[in-house]
């Protein structure tokens, strides 16, 4: 729209002269606001005129109102088709976590998307936001990751362990084969129990509990945070340590701490954030070789018998009753360009029980396979 001056033009076609412009004429319809006139007709082609009119040109109007009207359907359009692509991944995953349960129906399973804070598939989720259990060596990887990145641990640091070890009346022995003094990454690898009782034996009071806290299993209050993806959650129990060996314990997922599979999700989402807003720390350098080693031919090897290569750790722990072992898996999947969490917990089982179901869900999952 511009402001000009018309004074004369040619005739009713051709191109017509009007100040110190030319237009095509079939090309232009212009409406022309003159003080003078008084009015706003419409009007195609030449006039002769001679005032300073304002000067739509509607044909411009017309393409500029098609280019939005393009651009909405567009919109609407790309919006529909993610929502489609949205629903699909959505029915995929769900899918993936049923036929699973099929075969194991008393597992609890989650699965979460790392990009958004959405849920994608569980399996009874009102009892995964509800069961509280010793979360076992799944600790391990958050423990770990914290203190590397606060420079409190050197991941090079090797420890030997003889597979036995007691803590408190706890028999914790390592399931791993004899081998040399392991590096924190092998430590992870082959879940040495050993390995992480002499971390948790460094920790100074409230450390431990300074070191869960961001991951979201623990609110700033020391008490328990909701995930928010569930209705009616139970919070995260979490004793201070007041003893060395009540650091050894509640470290290694034993006693002092019990959270629930949604938790646990919501943990290892925030470990999968962090460890790629941080991709060159030595900190998810050691976690992520460590878990990737762990669910290829570790503890949590089942994990990877679906076809895609995972980050995983396992665990292990007896309920209350200590009659009887419950065992988790936690990963992240694919490993190398992660986008779930997935969480296992079986009320009655091992971890590598869990990290097996893990693998059942993952050869069905809607994720590329090598
Ligand atoms: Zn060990």
């Not at 393409?63 to 993610?82: E, K």
């Not at 993806?229 to 007041?242: I, N, Q, S």
């Not at 992520?288 to 679906?306: I, K, N, P, T, V």
């Amino acid at each position: 729209m511009k402001y000009i001056s018309i004074h004369d033009g040619p005739g009713a076609s051709g191109a017509q002269r009007i100040g110190c412009e030319t237009f095509p004429d079939a090309a232009t319809t212009m409406i022309l606001r003159a003080a003078g006139c008084g009015d706003a007709r419409p009007r195609t082609g030449f006039e002769n005129c001679s005032f300073r009119a304002w000067i739509v040109d509607t044909s411009g109007v017309r393409g500029i109102i098609r280019l939005i009207v393009l651009a909405v359907i567009f919109a609407a359009v790309r919006s529909g088709t993610q929502a489609a692509v949205c629903q699909t991944r959505v029915r995929a995953w769900q899918g993936a976590v049923e036929l699973a349960a099929r075969e194991t129906p008393q597992a609890r399973i989650i699965v979460l998307d790392i990009a958004s804070d959405r849920l994608l598939a569980a399996t009874d989720l009102k009892d995964a936001a509800r069961t509280l259990a010793a979360p076992g060596s799944t600790l391990k990887p958050l423990v770990l990751y914290g203190l590397v990145s606060a420079g409190r641990w050197n991941p090079a640091s090797r420890v030997a362990c003889n597979r036995q070890l007691a803590v408190a009346g706890h028999r914790l022995t390592c399931t791993h084969p004899l081998a040399p003094p392991f590096n924190a990454r092998e430590a992870l690898t082959w879940s040495c129990n050993s390995y992480f009782a002499a971390v948790a034996r460094t920790l100074r009071p409230e450390e431990l509990e300074q070191l869960l806290r961001p991951t979201g299993l623990l609110e700033s209050t020391g008490l328990v945070g909701l995930t928010g993806l569930a209705h009616d959650e139970a919070v995260a129990e979490f004793r201070e340590p007041e003893t060395v060996d009540a650091e050894q314990l509640a470290l290694l997922g034993v006693e002092g701490v019990r959270v629930t599979p949604l938790e646990l999700g919501v943990a290892y989402r925030w470990l999968a954030r962090e460890m790629a807003a941080h991709p060159d720390s030595d900190a998810t350098q050691v976690v992520r070789a460590g878990l990737e080693d762990s669910a290829s031919f570790g503890m949590a090897g089942q994990a990877s018998l679906g076809g895609v290569a995972v980050m995983g750790k396992t665990g292990t722990a007896a309920g209350i009753a200590l009659s009887q072992s419950h065992g988790w898996f936690a990963g992240i999947a694919p490993a190398e360009k992660p986008k779930v969490v997935i969480v296992v917990y079986l009320p009655a089982g091992r971890g590598a029980d869990a990290a097996h179901v893990a693998g059942e869900i993952l050869a069905d999952a809607p994720l590329e396979k090598p």
